[in-house]
């Protein structure tokens, strides 16, 4: 019944005296486009294989000697495309882009509105319009300035009629709509000019625009209008909709141009909806696309709008969830922490950490641990982006989960707190003032272990960190443990002096047995300047000081005995004198030996207080 309505329509819009009086303007139309496409193949290249249509399938002729060398060029390309990934339909990426370059197709002349026709005469006017869709333009210079109004005249008006069309549409209108979709959004894209992920500025680098933008906008606007449209039949869509429009549709993801990206996020998003058997090829591609980013090329402007699609994927899983998707989380969207650019798309990649975790809690524990071990060192922007991650995932964990990775998160925090980037260490802090992270390391399971790892990096911040704010907050934080359970941080933080004296021992130990073999060497050096100390196991010098005189009373005695050569002489020559003598001179020899002991006697005197003592 709906094919015979619309033969009924193309029978009764063939008789319309509207399009009757158009007959000789399309006539010349085409007379103007084969002289346009004679002129184009003596002087212009052939059309690349993403601007030719669906309906006009490359043709393999036989006879190489009538091509041209560009054309040769291109048939071994397409070869080349089909041994190296044909199966899905990849297109080789070209250094030029849509913007320029593009090959003149000859004036549009504008055709009847569709106010002017009635209601049955409009599908096959649509087709007419869609046809007109098909040239492309270059917008790099102001030529063909009358045939771009009417193209983008046609591109509107199509819309209007998809937004108010409430009949079915033949199969021939599907076709045109997806080949003038493909010639007009299938194209290369043009090389990188902008940095990428970290490098780039947004107050310095500009976006790259495409400055076809005024036709694209429309075309997207007649996709969208078309798969949303209630009429809309995937049985026939389908056939047009396949691995390679998927593909080519992922390959603009890359494009430089936030607006362009946008709409194929929807256009992606309303495909995945619409078609169920491409549902899975849709997963593969996306899967295939982010390990290329994360392990090759490390560049790709898209991946914040592709984990935005997923994310919504995601939500529409089924539970329990198949093995499938536990390995696309584990081996695809955990990875994608690794690249340094993990700040553009790091809110869509928490988004869908949180929707499995949500599916599934325990997944929580792989998805924990995996991102503790990709942990960043030495960039702290992507530290504190880790932090708020994990905030944010914690919110959404058990007591019991949190327990399988408690000790891994208690030490990367640790770490965090004693983290010389005042950034990374006030983030960190700022965990505690979640009421949710609070819960978890307040449970018995968790307190003790949370209090007696974290109170030395709180307790040495608080002291002697180099900002005001962490000390700050580092001592609101104890104050925190010591609310929850004061007898167990009075425990810890007596635990904690004790460690601190062993340790202070400890080093002073070190530290003597360090400076040892110095203090050696001063002590020679004194030695050798000041010379030799006395000591016990010193040798007796060979001479003898006045200190070191015996102190025996024989020979006290002998030495006061001692007379000199003279006196004896003298008492030799006198020996014939009286007897009355010799009681004079033994007197006179009596006070000599007194004043010869006082005399040894003053030379035996040792100091003690300040005072003289007698040995």
Request: glycine share 2%; charged share 25%; net charge negative.
């Amino acid at each position: 019944m709906k094919n015979d309505h619309i033969n009924y329509q193309q029978q009764n819009l063939s008789q319309s005296p509207i399009l009757n009086s158009n007959k000789n303007q399309t006539q010349q139309q085409n007379q103007q486009q084969n002289q346009q496409q004679q002129f184009q193949h003596q002087q212009v290249p052939q059309l690349s294989p993403q601007q030719i249509p669906f309906s006009e399938p490359l043709k393999n002729n036989n006879n190489n000697n009538n091509l041209t060398l560009h054309q040769q060029q291109q048939q071994q390309q397409q070869q080349h495309q089909q041994l190296a990934g044909g199966q899905h339909g990849s297109l080789l990426r070209k250094s030029y882009s849509s913007r320029f370059h593009e090959k003149p197709q000859g004036e549009l002349t504008k055709i009847a509105n569709f106010q002017d026709v009635s209601p049955e005469e409009r599908p096959s006017l649509f087709l007419l319009k869609l046809k007109q869709c098909c040239y492309v333009y270059d917008f790099s210079d102001n030529t063909y300035m009358v045939s771009k109004g009417v193209k983008q005249e046609a591109l509107l008006q199509c819309v209007n009629f998809l937004s108010t069309n409430d009949q079915p549409l033949h199969e021939s209108i599907y076709k045109m709509v997806f080949e003038m979709v493909a010639v007009n959004l299938f194209r290369p894209l043009p090389p990188r000019i902008n940095p990428y992920g970290v490098m780039y500025d947004p107050e310095e680098d500009e976006p790259i625009l495409e400055a076809a933008w005024p036709h694209i906008q429309v075309v997207y606007e007649v996709l969208l209008r078309f798969i949303d449209s209630p009429t809309f039949n995937t049985h026939i869509a389908k056939n047009y909709v396949d691995d390679r429009f998927v593909l080519q549709m992922l390959d603009l993801f890359d494009s430089e141009d936030p607006r362009e990206r946008d709409y194929l996020k929807t256009t992606l998003h309303r495909i995945y909806g619409k078609f169920l058997g491409l549902r899975g090829f849709i997963r593969t591609a996306i899967r295939n696309l982010f390990c290329t980013f994360v392990y090759e090329s490390h560049q790709h402007n898209g991946i914040s709008e592709i984990l935005e699609v997923l994310g919504s994927i995601i939500n529409g899983f089924l539970i329990p969830l198949k093995d499938e998707h536990k390995q696309f989380l584990i081996k695809v969207l955990i990875p994608l922490h690794k690249p340094k650019s993990y700040s553009v798309y790091c809110s869509h990649l928490g988004y869908c950490m949180s929707q499995f975790i949500e599916k599934e809690p325990s997944l929580a524990e792989p998805i924990f641990k995996s991102i503790l071990r990709l942990w960043p060192c030495g960039n702290s922007q992507k530290e504190v982006l880790f932090l708020s991650e994990m905030e944010d995932l914690l919110a959404l964990v058990s007591d019991e989960q949190f327990g399988k990775f408690r000790n891994q998160f208690f030490r990367q925090m640790t770490k965090c707190f004693q983290s010389e980037h005042f950034q990374v260490a006030e983030r960190a802090l700022y965990l505690f003032s979640n009421e949710n992270i609070v819960l978890l390391i307040a449970s018995k399971n968790n307190f003790s272990l949370a209090l007696e790892t974290f109170y030395k990096p709180l307790h040495e911040n608080s002291i002697s960190h180099w900002n005001r704010s962490i000390r700050n907050l580092s001592i609101s934080s104890l104050k925190l443990f010591m609310e929850i359970d004061m007898d167990l941080f009075n425990k810890i933080s007596e635990k904690y002096k004790e460690s601190k004296k062993k340790q202070q021992q400890i080093q002073q130990r070190e530290k003597f047995k360090q400076n040892a073999p110095e203090i050696q060497k001063s002590k020679q050096i004194n030695n050798n300047i000041n010379g030799p100390t006395e000591t016990k196991a010193d040798k007796p010098s060979m001479i003898r000081r006045k200190s070191l005189l015996p102190v025996d009373p024989s020979t006290i005695a002998a030495l006061s005995s001692h007379r000199s050569l003279e006196d004896i002489m003298s008492t030799n020559s006198n020996s014939s004198n009286d007897d009355d003598n010799d009681d004079d001179e033994n007197n006179h020899n009596t006070n000599h030996d007194s004043e010869i002991e006082n005399e040894v006697k003053e030379d035996f005197r040792v100091p003690v207080n300040n005072r003289y003592t007698f040995i």
